[in-house]
């Protein structure tokens, strides 16, 4: 999930030049800790939201992403693994239009990325920042796309380079900015892991052509629904490290792209059990720490354990809803990683008349 352009990591949410501490998103002062989260043994994380933003944010620690992909101690970068197999079988065979199918139908942004790109010409160029094992690129090369791929993961640019060929680099590659100036920058799951996401987009805009666009999925904040809830238990820290506000992308960069924010939300009867909870005010349940072990061979989850008589109220008020199409009046509720954002960037006369 997670990838950085070599910028240098900070070990607390921000430090301002007075010594105090400022949000990372908006640059804030007014942030307060509500509490800390533990979700692996000795990596305790005190949990930071910004008074203004309404970001949630904890310390970063790049030393982990290199662990977790040696690792099975976060069921996403198992299925990285799965999808890395299954797609280099696809690629292998030179299956363009069944890797296409199958990427697109695993996740929506997945098919964001591929339905964006598709809309360009052939010639365009593209870069993927955060590739991870390489599985979301080999579409674009099966495809005859102009990408290159990076990350801040050896482990995972050699295996991407091993299944898929010589189309990845680290981040600190001087043939990122050498193949730029791109049509196309996109990442999908990974601003919420770096340490200085609204500097990580500056750089990139930078590498765009005037016209090109960055296009990327991030945590949505709202997505924590319940009660006294400090995190959301699809992605831990301190793999994840910042939850975002919708509109805040808009703000931040008006004045140099023409910016598009979408939120994508659950099904309807996944919507209706998060507003069940919200009605009757359940509690948000603290993880219990799990262990990083390299010789994981099993996905483990962080996910709220609920009891078998509240699983089964909630499965007959859902088939209630479904019966009487009540279901259908049900108030859509966000996804967690469903904030898509478009940003496209302004030429110069667009920024100074702007």
Known sequence: MCSQMGKSENSVVGVNTFGQRSCRVCGSSGVRSPGTVEYFEGFRSEVFECQECYSFMTTHDSSVHELFHQ????????????????TKDLFDRKQTNLLRDY?????????????????????????????????????????????LGMDVSREAIDSASAAFGRHFVLA??????????????F???????????????????????????????????????????LWTDSAPPPD????????????????????????ENCPPEQSLRILLRRLFGLRWKPPEPNRISVAATEPRSHGQQWSRHWLRFEGLVVRCARVTGLIRLTKCQPYEFGLFVDLQKKSRADVVTG
């Open 240 to 263: 994840l490290v910042t939850l975002f506000t919708p509109g805040i992308w808009k703000r931040l960069f008006a004045s140099e792209a023409d910016v598009r924010e979408t939120v």
């Open 187 to 229: 990442h999908v799951g990974m601003i919420g892991c770096v340490p200085d996401p609204v500097g990580l987009t500056k750089d990139l805009l930078n590498l765009l052509k005037p016209g090109g666009r960055l296009i990327f999925n991030a945590p949505n904040r709202q997505s924590c629904y319940l009660k006294g809830q």
């Open 71 to 86: 690792s099975g101690a976060i069921s996403y970068y198992f299925q990285y693994r799965q999808l890395a197999e299954k």
């Open 103 to 147: 990427l697109t139908s695993y996740s929506s942004k997945y098919r964001f990325a591929i339905e964006e790109a598709e809309k360009l010409p052939s010639d365009a160029r593209i870069l993927e920042v955060g590739c991870s094992r390489g599985y979301l690129t080999s579409w674009f090369i099966s495809s005859g796309r102009q990408i």
């Open 172 to 185: 600190d590659s001087p043939e990122i900015a050498g193949n730029g100036p791109y049509d196309l920058i």
